[in-house]
């Protein structure tokens, strides 16, 4: 095995397509050494992206906040003016693992290990969040839920790498969101469900934006179209929260396995749906 | 397998190595530096015993690769004691009886170490969310919780 730490992203791009062999891109490390060990993995080169220029940094820029690809939880956790931004998608990204596992694991990463129940990837696809992808064929912006295609598959090419998510501003009004999920455990488990949501309030506390995302109750999270519509044009109360949690239980098409049956999922996908929900509402200067 | 070669600093020292690509920070403390106070429970990320600092960030050793510690800072246990004076953790963990058989506790002592530095006065359970990504299958852990908050306690005093 090479392993390789380029400077720039052209040189990354490079190392990943010239020559045969299985080559693969390096962030914080804790999928693929996880692999490497239990022998699902053996790269012939590992190309690691901490040290390309710009992808530790999170920027500020028109329209919205830039988060390199490189940037680790902990470093999101401690950036006041992110965490003030997007709490909910923050959150979600800080409930990845250990406080040793967020000194190291990234949201590209978390996206990229393409697992159903990625806890930074429904807080994400609620916020809107973009991929900028620079790979072979140049450079595009691919909204995070279209690069999951199933468990472990990505709708990237050999070469791609994600520089950055990009987190777009809220249209006017009051906006914020939130993160949930259910583990059996307090800490260090993977979801059962999880759920984000982000949403817009007018002055009068009206919701006019809203996105749901739900994680772990199908091969890829879901944007659940008929949740937000749910939370549109309500002031966030009872009966608009009633109707998402129905939404978000009807969108799940979870598995049975030992961590949670087909019913319990549904049922959890509604509960946390609802309360998401309405964290964000409150996070976001709604009247309780 | 061509080696990397890598310069880095260990506790306050410069130490240069060369390992194989896909060797893990952990083994090359173990087998290339002869620091074995890093252990390897689990190899995986779960445990916690392999946690070293890396530019003053708590990480796991075994999840990352020996090649990425070029011109990094790396803290190990071994760094923690100042000659024969022991940290105050470490002291409190002796005096509260905070561990067994003591796989685990150079990790809990560099993690306990990296929460305080960051935290001086945590709660209870700022501590234990904190720790939570260290495994003790003997003690527990309130032995463990009760040295960390007191040694926490002392160390304000101190300073
Ligand atoms: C102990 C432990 C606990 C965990 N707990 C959780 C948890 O609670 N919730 C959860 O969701 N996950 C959890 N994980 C999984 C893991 O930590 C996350 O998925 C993490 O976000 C991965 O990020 P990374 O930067 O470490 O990825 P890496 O391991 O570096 O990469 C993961 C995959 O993505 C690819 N990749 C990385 N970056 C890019 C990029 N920029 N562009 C294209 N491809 C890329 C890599 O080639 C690799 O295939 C846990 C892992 C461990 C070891
Ligand atoms: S040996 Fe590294 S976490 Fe267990
Ligand atoms: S003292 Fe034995 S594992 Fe903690």
């Known amino acids: ?288 | 397998m061509s080696k990397v070669h890598v310069s880095t600093t260990i506790n306050g020292d410069p130490v240069e190595y060369l390992c194989e690509a896909d060797e893990t920070l952990l083994d090359v403390l173990r087998d290339r530096i002869g620091l074995t106070g890093s252990k390897e429970g689990c190899g995986t990320g779960d445990c916690g015993a392999c946690s070293v600092t890396v530019g003053g960030r708590l990480v796991c050793s075994c999840l990352m690769l020996g090649a990425e510690a070029e011109g990094q800072e790396v803290e190990t246990i071994e760094g923690m004691a100042d000659g024969e004076n022991l940290h105050p953790l470490q002291q409190k963990f002796i005096d509260h009886a905070a561990l067994q058989c003591g796989i685990c506790t150079p990790g809990l002592l560099v993690a306990a170490k990296s929460l305080l530095e960051n935290n001086p006065d945590p709660t209870e359970e700022e501590a234990r969310y904190w720790l939570a990504g260290n495994l003790c299958r003997c003690t527990g852990y309130d032995k463990i919780i009760r040295a960390v908050m007191d040694a926490a306690q002392e160390m304000r005093g101190a300073s």
């Open chain 1, 1 to 288: 095995m090479r392993y390789e730490a380029p400077t720039t992203i052209d040189d990354a791009v490079r190392l990943l397509t010239d020559g045969s062999g299985d080559r693969r891109i390096l962030a914080g490390g804790t999928d693929l050494l996880v692999r490497m060990r239990s022998d699902m993995a053996d790269p012939d080169v590992i190309v690691d992206i901490k040290g390309i220029e710009g992808f530790r940094d999170i920027t500020r820029e028109d329209g919205g906040w830039r988060v390199g690809a490189a940037v680790s939880g902990a470093e999101m956790g401690e950036h006041e003016a992110l965490v003030a931004a997007w709490p909910g998608v923050v959150e979600a990204t800080n409930l990845i693992g250990s406080t040793q596992v967020q000194g190291r694991a990234t949201m590209a990463g978390n996206l990229c290990n393409a697992s159903p129940a990625a806890d930074s990837v429904p807080a994400m696809v609620a916020a809107g969040a973009v991929a900028r992808v620079v790979g072979p064929d140049g450079t595009r912006d691919i909204p995070v839920e279209d690069i999951p295609t199933g468990p472990g598959r990505l709708s990237l090419t050999q070469g791609d790498i994600i520089a950055s998510i990009f987190l777009p501003d809220p249209g006017a009004g009051s906006s914020s969101d939130a993160y949930l999920r259910f583990i059996p455990r307090t800490e260090m488990d993977i979801a059962v469900v999880g759920v984000g949501v982000a949403l817009t309030l007018d002055d009068s506390g009206t919701c006019v934006a809203a996105r749901v995302g739900l994680g772990a109750v199908a091969p890829t999270v879901l944007v659940v179209e008929e949740a937000a519509n749910a939370l549109i044009g309500t002031k966030v109360d009872d009966a608009a929260l009633d109707a998402v949690a129905a939404a978000c239980s009807a969108a799940a098409n979870p598995i049975d396995d030992k961590r949670g049956t087909v019913e319990f999922r549904v049922e959890v996908s509604g509960v946390l749906a609802r309360r998401a929900a309405a964290i964000a509402k409150t996070r976001a200067g709604g009247a309780a």
